[in-house]
């Protein structure tokens, strides 16, 4: 695991969008992981900007990590439609080379064992991009999720959703209660996982998952099983890391051929 500590959450998106540019370079039919929420969207803005001054995406195939249950389909709060907006959409991706997990609650099991064979089928994911609760949940894995799971239905927990009632005009009962999400154990295939936090807000899960113990209980723990987990975090959700003075040494001597 390779933690670099930036001075502001744009600089951690360039460092993931060189990450990107260099995938998609090397193999222009790559398989991108994507989450939602504000922490990736630094880097969805600097991949736009390359795609503006000529890296071309058009060729790859994304995978959303979940998706509310009881939205209807098109709803402008939709994990979907929130990649399509910010992302997918402005960099040429094709609508149908956007896989997400199911909307509606029909069926919905077969569909979550459809979704896992969908990415399997694509080749798995190259690089999976992730934020992190402040809880320590990644994806809709919320605490005591299992290690080892694989897509599934989850209920939010408060926490989760009083974080993204901001989307929903603050209105917390328009926050949906369940989830598809990928499981950790789904996550933990992706090639390399880029997790971004940015702010004091997210400094206690920062430290529990790159420091703490691998617990269910901080779901993003998992993570430190993983042979190629990058992540890239701004001064405050450092500020509760006590490596944190390593980290920066190992990042400032890291050698110009190696990449993150």
Same mark, same amino acid.
Request: hydrophobic fraction near 40%; glycine fraction near 8%; proline fraction near 5%.
């Given at each position: ?32 992981? #994507?989450?939602?929420?504000?922490? $990736?969207? $630094? ?11 000529? #890296? ?28 399509? &907006? ?14 997400? $997990?199911? *909307? ?45 799971? &694989? ?28 989830? *598809? ?11 390399? #996982? ?28 998992? #993570?430190?099983?993983?042979?190629? *987990? ?31």
């Amino acid at each position: 695991m390779e933690i670099v500590i930036v001075h502001d959450i744009a600089e951690a998106g360039s460092i993931a969008g060189a990450a990107i540019e260099r995938l998609v370079t090397a193999n222009p039919t790559a398989v991108l992981g #994507l989450a939602t929420g504000s922490s $990736p969207l $630094p880097i969805y803005d600097d991949v736009i900007q390359r795609c503006q001054t000529g #890296l071309r995406v058009e060729a790859v195939t994304a995978f959303t990590l979940d998706e509310y249950l009881g939205l209807p389909v098109g709803h402008p709060e939709s994990y979907r439609s929130f990649i399509k &907006r910010v992302f997918t959409e402005p960099v040429g991706i094709a609508d149908e080379n956007l896989h997400s $997990p199911a *909307v509606n609650d029909e069926g919905v099991e077969a569909l979550c064992e459809s979704y896992e064979r969908q990415i399997e089928a694509a080749g798995g994911i190259d690089l999976q991009i992730l934020g992190i609760g402040s809880d320590g949940h990644i994806g809709f894995n919320e605490p005591s999720s299992s290690l080892g799971s &694989r897509t599934r239905i989850k209920t939010l927990v408060t926490e989760t959703r009083q974080d993204n009632a901001r989307f929903f005009g603050g209105n917390l009962d328009q926050v949906p209660t369940h989830v *598809v999400t990928q499981g950790i154990g789904t996550i933990l295939e992706a090639r390399h #996982l880029i997790m971004i936090a940015a702010g004091e807000s997210k400094a206690r899960a920062i430290a529990a998952a790159v420091e703490g113990p691998l617990s269910a209980m901080v779901p993003a723990s998992a #993570l430190q099983l993983h042979p190629h *987990v990058t992540v890239l975090v701004d001064e405050g959700a450092a500020s509760q890391l006590k490596l944190a003075d390593y980290y920066r040494s190992t990042y400032a001597t890291k050698p110009d051929w190696q990449s993150i």
